[in-house]
Structures are given as structure tokens and as C-alpha cells.
């Protein structure tokens, strides 16, 4: 019981902070009980405000990060499944090589396994949390819950011109590659240049969840980053900017119990622990690390 518990127990937090920064228009889909004359309307708050749902930027980090994480050196030993389901035969040639398949790609048979064998239910859990890829450790899978939190993103109201862009669009045909007859349609678009408050909490994290989360955000800071749906018009661009974070540092080697409880005390009444550190810093230091070894 003691080992569940501690698996809870609060070692770290580290807040990110900053303004996401539309370099193009963006579409998020506000679905059909939107108040809206167009065949896709944009998702908008009560008083009729663009916002961005903090899980359509968690998607589109995650996606990020995913695609960065092959090329990493093997120095590093991360790995990700892409959430990308394996079949039985690929799996078994997966094992052959000696390759890690993470646990949700695994999902179906440990489910088999776990009903197969209900007495070790516990234990093959356990395995399964153990079996996890990197991203999924750190954004979450049917096994674990997610280390980051990202808030839904608002922009200000003074800062909100009032009026969505509507933009016509095609059906396309994919096997004569022509438009569809009688299929036009219209979708809305928030204009360029909007600008919206960034807040990400990552608590308990690992060396490797920092350093993964650190590649997505270099990526968004340096405008590589897209958001939302119809990304192949031109869509989604956007950027990080002044991006701060502050840390809550509870574990490690030189904290004794009672710096960590002076930490924790300061950190429940409201005081700083530390001063934030600018973004473009922190990303450095935790990106240089994943390559030192294997450059050195």
C-alpha cells in the first residue's frame, strides 16, 4: 500500500507560462450546437470569444513530440508508439528483434490477460505501467494518467475583434482527384495575429518527461508548431512567446526533509520558492541534456 501511495505523492511541479500566438487563421471545430449559420463553425465561450481547448494543444504537442522522439540518440533510450496499433504478427516480429512494444499498443491482449487471469490482475497492471512508452508515460494512456495539464486557452476580450472569417471549401473527389459535384460547403476561421494565455502544469515528472516536453515546446517557440483541423490549407500556425517557468522541487539528492517541508510550506502559503526562469533558457538546458552523452 505504501508504494500506491507514494506513486501520488507530490515530488514536483513545474508551471509553463506564455502566449500562444496565431501566425495564420485557425479552425477548431465548434460542433453542431454552435450558434452559427456556417457548415463548420469555430468553438467559441459564452460570451462569443474564440478559444483554443487545452486538449486540442495537448493533441497537437503530443503529435510533435512523437515525431521528434525517433530521431533522438539512443543514448537517450526513449521510445514512442505513436499510438499506432501493432498487429499480432507485427508484435511478434517487434518481440523477435528485441524491441519494446509499450503497453497500449498491447492494449487488447493485456485486457485478454488480465481477464485470463483475474488472481495477477494487480501485477500485470503493474507491468503494463512499467511497459509504457515515454509519450504515454508523459501524456497519458488507457493504463496511466497524464503528467501535463494544459488549460483551455483564452484570448482577452480587447484584444477580440468581434467577427470570424468564412472561407469556402470543396469536397474532393480522391480517386478522379476533381471536386464533388454539388458538395461546396464553408467553414469559419479565426483570424491571424490572435493571441491566447498559456498555462502548462507538469507535475511529477521524470528527467525524460522534461526533457520530451521541452522538444514539443522548442518546436511551437520556433513556429513549427500547428493547431486545429484543415492544417493542409494553411491553417494552425502558431507560436509560443514569452514563455516563463517556475519549478517546485521537492525530491532529489541535496533536498533534506526538512528543505523539502520549508519548500512545500512556503509554496501552500502563497510564496515564491523561485523566480521564474525565461522558457528559451530552460528548454536548452533540458534539450542540451538529452544529447550530451551521445555527442561527448
Known amino acids: 500500500m505504501a508504494e500506491l501511495m507514494n506513486r501520488y505523492e507530490l515530488r514536483n511541479r513545474y508551471v509553463f507560462t506564455g502566449k500562444l500566438v496565431m501566425l495564420t487563421a485557425f479552425h477548431i471545430g465548434g460542433g453542431h450546437g454552435a450558434l452559427s449559420s456556417s457548415d463548420s463553425p469555430v468553438v467559441l465561450t459564452p ?3 474564440p478559444f483554443i481547448p487545452g486538449s ?8 510533435t513530440v512523437e515525431k521528434i522522439v525517433p530521431g533522438l540518440p539512443a543514448e537517450a533510450k526513449m521510445f514512442s508508439c505513436g499510438l499506432i496499433e501493432l498487429s499480432n504478427d ?3 516480429q517487434e518481440e523477435e528483434q528485441g524491441h519494446i512494444i509499450c503497453s497500449t499498443v498491447r492494449q487488447a491482449e493485456i485486457v485478454q490477460e488480465r481477464r485470463r487471469r483475474p488472481a495477477a490482475a494487480e501485477q500485470i497492471t503493474k507491468d503494463a505501467l512499467d511497459g509504457l512508452c515515454h509519450t504515454c508515460q508523459l501524456f497519458g494512456s488507457p493504463f496511466a494518467a497524464s503528467r501535463v495539464n494544459i488549460n483551455d486557452m483564452y484570448m482577452s476580450l480587447a484584444d477580440w475583434g468581434g467577427a470570424v472569417q468564412v472561407r469556402d471549401g470543396v469536397a474532393i473527389d480522391r480517386d478522379s482527384e476533381r471536386a464533388k459535384d454539388r458538395l461546396k460547403y464553408d467553414f469559419e476561421v479565426v483570424p491571424a495575429s490572435a493571441e491566447f494565455g498559456l498555462t502548462i502544469t507538469l507535475e511529477n515528472a521524470s ?3 522534461l526533457q520530451l516536453l521541452c522538444v514539443g515546446l522548442s518546436e511551437f517557440m520556433h513556429g513549427f508548431g500547428f493547431i486545429g483541423g484543415k492544417r493542409s490549407r494553411g491553417l494552425g500556425a502558431c507560436e ?4 516563463q517557468v517556475s519549478a517546485l522541487e521537492l525530491v532529489g539528492k541535496d533536498i533534506e526533509t526538512a528543505e523539502r517541508y520549508r519548500r512545500l510550506r512556503d509554496y501552500l502559503l502563497g510564496r515564491e520558492v523561485a523566480p521564474p526562469v525565461a522558457g528559451e533558457k530552460f528548454l536548452e538546458q533540458h534539450i542540451n541534456a538529452i544529447f550530451e552523452s551521445a555527442i561527448l
Open 56 to 63: 486540442s494543444f495537448k493533441g497537437a504537442l503530443r503529435s
Open 47 to 49: 460570451e462569443g470569444t
Open 207 to 209: 528527467p525524460q518527461d
Open 240 to 243: 509560443i512567446r514569452g514563455l
Open 90 to 92: 507485427d508484435m511478434k
